[in-house]
T-cell receptor, first 114, second 109 residues
């Protein structure tokens, strides 16, 4: 039982390049989330999904796209990377969207955009 | 707007007790979470409070006062491995988590 996994762990991009971050969970959770974490700030929600085939915008969605083609996978895409997208990206999943909606986190992807 | 406030950094001594405070103003309230995050790692769940009062779990306890928009995490018998950031998060009216910036706890021998 691996929990939540993310690939890659580290990536360096040049401005304007594109990439996809992959998140996978084996807990059969319905809900999945992408956050970014920057120094001095709380985790900020980029996009989330309430089930296979669904996605919704979070607090900071601009510059990112997502897809949830399979229940266990949630992909985050950067179409044209900018230095402002340098951050640590965490994927999370939860069983429910109700009280006690504990979220389980992946190990993170550290992205640098030059 | 929604706001979660925590101290940026705290220092404590091994074996002592430390209290990390969190105040919040959110649109709705469906519970408050505390997570621990070691440097370079993912956040991991510590505790959840939805009713007023104290929840105890081993060396860690968490308190909530909904009327005051206030919570604290109490860590007893501090160990060096407790050096980490502690994140406060509130589940809002849409059950989305609103996160504080975290409190970095430094434990000295």
């Amino acid at each position: 039982n691996a929990g939540v996994t993310q690939t890659p762990k580290f990536r360096v991009l040049k401005t304007g390049q594109s990439m996809t971050l992959l998140c996978a969970q084996d807990m059969n959770h319905e809900y999945m989330y992408w956050y970014r974490q920057d120094p001095g700030m709380g985790l900020r929600l980029i996009h989330y999904s309430v089930g296979e085939g669904t996605t919704a915008k979070g607090e900071v969605p601009d510059g990112y796209n997502v897809s949830r083609l399979k229940k266990q996978n949630f992909l985050l895409g950067l179409e044209s990377a900018a230095p402002s997208q340098t951050s640590v990206y965490f994927c999370a999943s939860s069983q429910r969207l109700a009280e006690y909606n504990e979220q389980f986190f992946g190990p993170g992807t550290r992205l640098t955009v030059l | 707007g929604q706001n979660i406030d925590q101290p940026t950094e705290m220092t404590a001594t091994e074996g002592a007790i430390v209290q990390i405070n969190c105040t919040y103003q959110t649109s709705g309230f469906n519970g408050l979470f505390w997570y621990q995050q070691h440097a370079g790692e993912a956040p991991t769940f510590l505790s959840y409070n939805v009713l007023d009062g104290l929840e105890e779990k081993g060396r860690f306890s968490s308190f909530l006062s909904r009327s005051k928009g206030y919570s604290y995490l109490l860590l007893k018998e501090l160990q060096m491995k407790d050096s980490a950031s502690y994140l406060c998060a509130v589940s809002d009216s849409n059950y989305q988590l609103i996160w504080g910036a975290g409190t970095k706890l430094i434990i000295k021998p």
